[in-house]
């Protein structure tokens, strides 16, 4: 008797592919489901009107003026995006990043706009110096070293006032220690409880991050982000950092990047079981784009494997400048 067939017929039960014969039976037993309400948008806004400008290191996304931002949140909410983060740029930079706290700059516009416009849409605001100093760090700068406890007081300031506009949820993104507490504290003391706070919990000091640095014209002017940010070597470490932001109140925290770190994803994930964001940064947006327009790669398939591998590595919610494009893909089907 032929051993290939007897092996089959002593293990016919079991046949995994039986469940893969249909898109139908596919759908019906897969285990991560990705759908558009899972999605942040990340936009960033700028002084002016009629102002959309093409981000040369990230095609298809832009710097918009607050009138042309709230037609775009209209279209991605038609598709079913139902949250965005918001990242400003400012009309003039200074030492301490003043318009960060400016209750006319344009992220507080734009969540005015945004909130008179779509009551129901989740307006998540990035709460961070680095877009608005002139050194370009995340913090209060003397003799070229950030100082943490100087700028938790800024931060705050920072996040009262975008709470004040009628932001949602505030989403602080410095990696300074303490800095949940000190905003937690402050929106309590004036008034805003309510507010949530999401933490960039585990930051890494990325490569993936020098798209965004166009975006935001946020490069720094002298040395790198490594004395605040995380070393990319480091897992228990972020479990740490997770673990002191929930001890100050954070009430969602983040993985950034993602790809990089599913696996931090999923420690964090199975280690504090609490709502967990994870940031497919403009690196990774940048790489799939070139990829794909160079025909390596099919960019609907790589873009919805990627995020699904975000999704199952443990993510409740992904930020990714990939949400119209995505969400229009699964509305699809």
Not at 188 to 204: H, I, P, R
Not at 310 to 316: K, L, T, Y
Request: net charge negative.
């Amino acid at each position: 008797m032929n051993p290939v067939a007897n092996l089959l017929r002593t293990h016919q039960t079991h046949r995994p592919r039986r469940l893969r014969r249909t898109a139908t039976l596919r759908e019906m037993v897969r285990e991560t489901v990705l759908q558009p309400s899972d999605f942040i948008y990340p936009l960033f806004v700028q002084p002016g009107q009629g102002l959309k400008q093409e981000i040369g290191a990230m095609p298809g996304n832009y710097r918009w003026s607050v009138d042309r931002l709230v037609e775009e949140v209209g279209a991605a909410r038609e598709e079913g995006v139902k949250s965005v983060i918001l990242f400003g740029l400012p009309a003039k930079k200074d030492a301490q990043g003043s318009e960060a706290w400016d209750d006319e700059a344009a992220v507080q516009m734009a969540v005015r706009a945004l909130k008179r416009s779509y009551p129901e849409l989740v307006v998540i605001t990035d709460i961070c110096l680095c877009e608005y100093t002139s050194h370009g760090h995340c913090g209060v700068v003397e003799h070229q070293e950030v100082l943490n406890d100087p700028t938790l007081e800024l931060l705050a300031r920072a996040a009262v006032s975008h709470a004040r506009a009628g932001a949602d949820v505030v989403a602080p993104s410095d990696m300074m220690d303490g800095r949940v507490g000190a905003i937690r504290e402050a929106l309590d003391e004036n008034g805003f409880d309510q507010v949530t706070l999401m933490s960039y919990a585990a930051k890494y000091a990325s490569a993936f991050y020098g798209p965004f640095r166009e975006a935001a014209d946020s490069a720094p002017q002298f040395g790198d982000r490594r004395a605040y940010q995380m070393d990319p070597a480091n897992s228990d470490e972020a479990l740490r950092e997770v673990g002191l932001d929930l001890d100050e109140g954070a009430d969602i925290v983040m993985v950034k990047p993602a790809l990089a770190y599913l696996d931090i994803i999923r420690r964090v994930k199975d280690t504090y079981g609490v709502p967990l964001a994870a940031y497919n940064v403009s690196g990774e947006f940048s790489m799939v784009h070139a990829v794909a327009e160079r025909g390596w790669m099919e960019r609907e398939r790589t873009i919805l494997e990627v995020l699904t591998s975000i999704r199952r590595a443990g993510a409740d919610l992904i930020l990714t400048y990939h949400a119209r494009e995505a969400a229009r893909l699964l509305k699809r089907g």
